[in-house]
C-alpha cells in the first residue's frame, strides 16, 4: 500500500546545526509530496511541497528534492534556531486517491540554544 | 482571509455519549477532509468531501462515525456511543480543489477526550 516513513525522534540539535529529517514513501503512480510542520500549541502549516521529481521545494530556510530514483523526500536546513523546535510531519498524496494526505508519523526536532 | 476554524476546540464527554465536532472551511474551498491525530496511531484520514458529497468515507473506523457537509461549506463530524479509544484531536482541513497538488490548510483540532 502506499506508505511514508520518517525518522524516529526526537532529534535535538544546538541552534545553528545542519538538520537532516529523513522520509521516504512508497507509492503506486506518482505523488505530490509534502512537508506539514506542528509548532507548540499550533495547528498544523504547510512548509513546504514538491510535485514531480526533481523538484525542490524550500521555504524559511528548508529545502527537500523529491528524490524518485530513491523514492525520498530528506528534509534539511542549513542552521537551525531555537524557533524551528517543533514535529515535523512528511506526506504523500495521490492523483488516483482523492488527494488526501498519508502522513509519516512525525519527527520531533528541540533545538538547543 | 479567514483561515480554517473548528468548534469546539476541547470537548470532554462521557463513554457512550454522542458528539458533534464543527469545521468552517475557507470561504470558497471545494474540498473538505477529516484526519484524527492520536499518540498510538499518529495522523489519520478520516473522510473527504467535494462541495456536499463524500466520495472517500475510507477512513471511517466504525459505523458510529458520521459525517455530513451542507451548502459546500460547513461539516459536522459525528461520533455516537463514544469509546475511550475516539480520545484523539480530529483535524479539519480544506483546499481550493481536490488535485493532489493542492495545499490543504489544517484548522487548529478539537480535542476529544471520552472518559
Known amino acids: 500500500g502506499n506508505s511514508v516513513t520518517q525518522m524516529e525522534g526526537p532529534v535535538t540539535l544546538s541552534e545553528e546545526a545542519f538538520l537532516t529529517i529523513n522520509c521516504t514513501y512508497t507509492a503506486t503512480g506518482y505523488p505530490s509530496l509534502f512537508w506539514y510542520v506542528q509548532y507548540p500549541g499550533e495547528g498544523l502549516q504547510l512548509l513546504l511541497k514538491a510535485t514531480k521529481a526533481d523538484d525542490k521545494g524550500s521555504n524559511k530556510g528548508f529545502e527537500a528534492t523529491y528524490r524518485k530514483e530513491t523514492t525520498s523526500f530528506h528534509l534539511e536546513k542549513g542552521s537551525v534556531q531555537v524557533s524551528d523546535s517543533a514535529v515535523y510531519f512528511c506526506?504523500?498524496?495521490?492523483?488516483?486517491?482523492?488527494?488526501?494526505?498519508?502522513f509519516g508519523q512525525g519527527t520531533t526536532l528541540q533545538v538547543k540554544p | 482571509g479567514a483561515g480554517v476554524s473548528q468548534s469546539p476546540s476541547n470537548k470532554v464527554t462521557e463513554k457512550g455519549k454522542d458528539v458533534e465536532l464543527r469545521c468552517d472551511p475557507i470561504s470558497g474551498h471545494t474540498a473538505l477532509y477529516w484526519y484524527r491525530q492520536s499518540l498510538g496511531q499518529g495522523l489519520e484520514f478520516l473522510i473527504y468531501?467535494?462541495?456536499?458529497?463524500?466520495?472517500?468515507k475510507s477512513g471511517l473506523p466504525s459505523d458510529r462515525f458520521s459525517a455530513e457537509r451542507t451548502g459546500g461549506s460547513v461539516s459536522t463530524l459525528t461520533i455516537q456511543r463514544t469509546q475511550q479509544e475516539d480520545s484523539a484531536v480530529y483535524l479539519c482541513a480544506s483546499s481550493l480543489y481536490k488535485l493532489s497538488t493542492d495545499t490543504q490548510y489544517f484548522g487548529p483540532g478539537t480535542r476529544l477526550t471520552v472518559l
Open positions: 468531501f467535494q462541495g456536499n458529497s463524500a466520495p472517500d
Open positions: 506526506a504523500l498524496t495521490l492523483e488516483s486517491n482523492t488527494g488526501k494526505l498519508i
